[in-house]
């Protein structure tokens, strides 16, 4: 079973930069796909990019171009490098894991999740 733990969330203005990170620990995550998820107050929760154990990558329209994922198999963890951030990004962070899934894409793939990290961006 693998453990999921994020951390580098803050309060930023508009426009900043943040990079979440996602540490992985029981297994190695290369033989994971991993997606971050995000949940806002009165929305549902979010995939917004993944990852699989390929190495594929998968962006919502709504980050793709400002958001990169970039797994590290070495230190076992899980990056977002989040760029231009707007205040609708807002929302606790979280980064979940599933075994070789048939869909990283899927909401529904993910067995192991993190606590969540809250990010805020003020306009």
């Known amino acids: 079973q693998v453990q999921l733990v994020e951390s580098g969330g803050g309060l930023v203005q508009a426009g900043a930069s943040l990079r979440l990170s996602c540490a992985a620990s029981?297994?190695?995550?290369?033989?994971?796909?991993v997606g971050w998820f995000r949940h806002a107050p009165g929305e549902e929760r979010e995939l917004f990019a993944a990852?699989?154990?390929?190495?594929?990558?998968y962006y919502s329209d709504s980050v793709k171009g400002r958001f990169a994922i970039i797994r590290d198999n070495v230190k076992n963890t899980i990056d977002l490098q989040m760029n231009s951030l707007k205040p609708e990004d807002s929302a606790v962070y979280y980064c979940?894991?599933?075994?070789?899934?048939?869909?990283?894409?899927?909401?529904?793939?993910?067995?192991?999740w993190g606590q969540g990290t809250q990010v805020s961006v003020s306009s």
């Open positions: 979940a894991a599933s075994y070789k899934s048939r869909n990283a894409q899927s909401k529904g793939s993910y067995d192991y």
């Open positions: 029981g297994r190695t995550i290369a033989n994971y796909d």
């Open positions: 990852i699989d154990w390929n190495s594929n990558t």
